[in-house]
């Protein structure tokens, strides 16, 4: 059973920086592309980066283009998203989600992050 | 780049059929293969209904069905049932971008 565990949300103050990560198991990480998609409260869903299975290549929307950083480690089937310079604007449940064929076929629960001061 | 265009509500009856449209380009949906559709219910997690336009993953109910007409991604809901009632998002890889959503309501 396909399993990812998102944690290291909070409320962190405008400018701070977090660090979320993901647990992935049930099923062969190395092989997948891995994402992060988030939701601001009450809004829709906002595609945020991806990474390729060897990590070399990622991808961000313009808006965290420079403030956040994708990245993983395939030996301990993680994911992590470094976030800096945090704004407001940043507040939103991230979801963990797996690659499959042109889809997110799976995704965690999520995690709330907060930025206020 | 936009994001793909969704009605914001759909409603329906139990026992009824309900539609709802992901309107995009040319480039994003109408010459393009992976559009997919997600089911939220409220305080969960995304889940993935269509993919590919018209392939139902294993575990969906077969009341879900996806198709394809120009520029627009349908996903059609069947036989409406109480659980049915879920916030709906369609996705195009090409851009990454969702569309709005689409809050259903089974009435």
């Known amino acids: 059973e396909v399993q990812l565990l998102e944690s290291g949300g909070g409320l962190v103050q405008p400018g701070g920086s977090l660090r979320l990560s993901c647990a992935a198991s049930?099923?062969?990480?190395?092989?997948?592309?891995m994402d992060w998609v988030r939701q601001a409260p009450g809004k829709g869903l906002e595609w945020v980066a991806s990474i390729k299975e060897d990590g070399t290549t990622k991808y961000y929307v313009g808006s965290v283009e420079g403030r956040f950083t994708i990245s993983r480690d395939n030996a301990q089937n993680s994911l992590w998203l470094q976030m800096n310079s945090l704004r407001a604007e940043d507040t939103a449940t991230y979801y963990c989600a797996k690659e499959g064929r042109g889809n997110f076929d799976f995704w965690g629960q999520g995690t709330l992050v907060t930025v206020s001061s | 780049q936009s994001a793909l265009t969704q009605p914001p509500s759909a409603s329906g009856s139990p026992g009824q059929s309900v539609t709802i449209s992901c309107t995009g380009t040319?480039?994003?949906?109408?010459?393009?293969?992976?559009v997919s559709w997600y089911q939220q219910h409220p305080g969960k997690a995304p889940k993935l209904m269509i993919s590919?336009?018209?392939k139902r993953p294993s575990g969906v109910p077969d009341r879900f069905s996806g198709s394809k007409s120009g520029n627009t991604a349908s996903l059609t809901v069947s036989g409406l049932q109480a659980e049915d009632e879920a916030d709906y998002y369609c996705?195009?890889?090409?851009?990454?971008?969702f569309g709005g959503g689409t809050k259903l309501t089974v009435l």
């Open positions: 590919e336009f018209t």
């Open positions: 996705i195009s890889w090409k851009t990454k971008l």
């Open positions: 049930g099923f062969t990480f190395r092989n997948h592309w």
């Open positions: 040319t480039s994003d949906v109408g010459d393009y293969t992976y």
